[in-house]
């Protein structure tokens, strides 16, 4: 039998909040690990900062870096874990803050 299409909206909706609470999960994770590495100190461009992270991404993904295209901002789950990496590097090449 199948299902009505109200069901089907009802579980639409119950998997975005649980989407909405694991990037929550995930960004707080990120944040905490950024912020032990220093990188809340390092003053840098959003969009630096963002194709560092992309880079990083193909890092630990096997890939090549520097060949990165911009991300949706769905993709924000898949840097988890991988922050202290991006504030060492962005440490070496920002303007740190006095």
Do not use: C, H, Y
Not at 13 to 25: I, N, S
Not at 74 to 93: D, F, I, K, M, P
């Amino acid at each position: 039998m199948k299902k009505p299409s109200s069901k089907i909206r009802e579980e639409i909706a119950k998997l975005q909040e649980q989407l909405k609470q694991a990037e929550t999960r995930e960004a707080e994770r990120i944040g905490r690990v950024a912020l032990r590495a220093g990188l809340g100190e390092i003053e840098i461009e959003e969009t630096d900062l963002q194709a560092a992270f992309e880079e990083l991404v193909k890092r630990f993904r096997g890939g090549k870096p520097g060949t990165s295209g911009r991300k949706g901002a769905g993709e924000s789950s898949t840097l988890s874990g991988q922050s202290e990496a991006v504030a060492t590097g962005a440490a070496s090449g920002g303007t740190a803050e006095a």
